[in-house]
């Protein structure tokens, strides 16, 4: 009896890679849609006879929608589950993008953006989703994998939206594509063995009949019990009301998708309002200052290229297209050198942070194209390392029984960096060409002085006894 539970143990795992992987091809195809449209719609924009300033404004839509439902989004897929959030992301962003395929005015065109801004979120929960599956060491890893498969979809996207737009009506043909992709997406989300990635709640209590010695490791490690979402259970039982007992003795009470709406929103601002009254301003202020350093990094990069070593457009595209490539390779980098840290994230994240920073300056004071290069290649592998490091102590601090709730606030954080950026870019432009890039390496220093001061608050383990996310409500 006991080998047989002990056996259902490490089965489990093997089951729920199965969804992983199916997760990694949603991520890529999820970008890979999305990067066919975005090259393409300031053009069509002006096309339906928009002025820059019109064009401008239509343009910041998505960004401010994404800015206020990043986080409510993600804290209502905590509340009534991943997949029944992710299905309803998916099925209204490719409705968005289905209405984008019938724009032939500036109001349609507003319109079909709504419904994108306002739920394209499906990367965020695919996150939340993937770090309820595996455990706190396996996390870095599998993260570092789903950003590697959704950056190559990002790459790809462009070439094939590029093709199409050269046949006539290739942006509303772009269009519905991406929405058919939306589509498949959201079937093969349907389609996932979700029941075998769900762990039971009797099975809490299966690791005292457990007296192997690898099982009883499998266990304290978390790989069945410390990842029991209560989203997840609620999800097998949608009637079940009762709190259950999580990892850290937190506590999170189940909500059912067939909740009155008022419920439901009851409960996501509840645990919105527990992340913003947490101690983790200063992780989500770092993830601010180098997310508006490295927009500035490549704000302006093709006219410095241009100004400073009078490279043509066309030679600036294949050196951004390889610090893209490079960029998506280093997701695989990712689970390597946390090993290599020995899973610690607070470490690893300043050694990235202050080798970014010193990235951004060499680029700013390079005397030719080849410093540039090399410049690229590692700043390619810093960022990539940096996002992953941010998230997973995001998710260490405050409870992965609160990921959706932190990975939705850390995306509105970089939104507001994707509105700041601009703007400090176009500003010191006036004085050089050099302007944006050395205000960078200011904010990046401010980001590395912010966590030399905040870590030694931090456990061994970066966690915070302040952020109490899973308590109940």
């Known amino acids: 009896m006991n080998n047989h539970k002990c056996s259902t143990l490490f089965q489990r795992p093997r089951r729920r890679s199965r969804i992983i992987q199916c997760i990694y091809v949603v991520g890529f ?30 343009g910041s839509t998505y960004g401010i929608l994404q800015l206020f439902s990043s986080t409510i989004v993600g804290s209502w897929s905590d509340v ?31 319109l079909a953006r709504i419904p994108v801004g306002l739920f394209k979120h499906s990367l965020s929960i695919c996150r939340a989703l993937l770090s309820d599956l595996v455990s706190d060491s396996e996390r870095p890893l599998v993260m570092g994998h789903f950003n590697a498969a959704s950056s190559v979809g990002f790459i790809l996207g462009p070439v094939v939206g590029g093709y199409l737009t050269e046949h006539e009506g290739g942006f509303y043909t772009s269009s519905f594509t991406c929405a058919a992709i939306f589509i498949i997406n959201a079937g093969l989300v349907s389609m996932l063995p979700w ?63 067939l909740q009155p709406a008022w419920r439901q929103l009851s409960s996501v601002i509840s645990k919105i309002h527990i992340v913003a009254s947490s101690d983790m301003w200063d992780l989500f202020l770092v993830r601010l200052l180098m997310a508006i350093a490295i927009m500035l990094y ?29 960029g998506a390779l280093a997701g695989f980098l990712v689970g390597p050198v946390t090993k290599l840290y020995g899973n610690n994230m607070p470490t690893l994240l300043l050694h990235s942070t202050i080798l970014t920073c010193l990235l951004i300056l060499l680029y700013a004071a390079a005397p030719n194209v080849w410093q540039v290069l090399l410049t690229s290649t590692f700043f390619a592998i810093s960022t990539s390392i ?11 601090r405050g409870g992965v029984q609160a990921s959706g709730t932190l990975i939705g606030a850390g995306q509105s954080v970089t939104a507001v960096g994707r509105i700041l950026a601009p703007l400090l870019s176009g500003l010191t432009q006036e004085f050089s060409p050099c302007g944006p890039p ?11 002085g912010l966590l030399l001061i905040r870590i030694p608050n931090w456990d061994g383990r970066g966690l915070t006894k302040a952020a109490k996310l899973g308590k109940s409500e």
């Open 29 to 58: 195809m999820d970008l890979f849609g999305v990067s066919m449209i975005i090259p393409l719609l300031s053009h069509h924009v002006k096309a339906l006879g928009a002025s820059p300033t019109v064009a401008g404004i239509v």
């Open 80 to 110: 009534v589950g991943r997949r029944y959030s992710l299905l309803t992301c998916l099925l209204l962003s490719a409705f968005g993008y289905g209405l984008l395929g019938m724009s032939s005015s500036i109001a349609l065109f507003v």
């Open 195 to 257: 029941s075998e990635a769900l762990v039971h709640l009797n099975d809490n209590n299966s690791s005292k009949d457990c007296h192997d010695n690898n099982c009883r490791k499998l266990v304290q490690n978390g790989i069945h019990a410390n990842k029991l979402h209560p989203v997840n259970t609620a999800e097998t039982d949608p009637g079940s009301k009762a709190p259950e007992k999580l990892r850290g003795g937190l506590r999170w009470r189940k909500v059912s998708l």
């Open 298 to 326: 490549y704000s302006n990069f093709s006219l410095a290229m241009e100004e400073r070593f009078s490279l043509k457009p066309k030679v600036t595209g294949y050196l951004i297209s390889y610090s893209s490539t490079l």
């Open 386 to 396: 940096g996002r992953t490091c941010i998230t997973d102590l995001e998710l260490q």
């Open 438 to 448: 050395s205000l960078g390496v200011v904010l990046a220093l401010a980001a590395v």
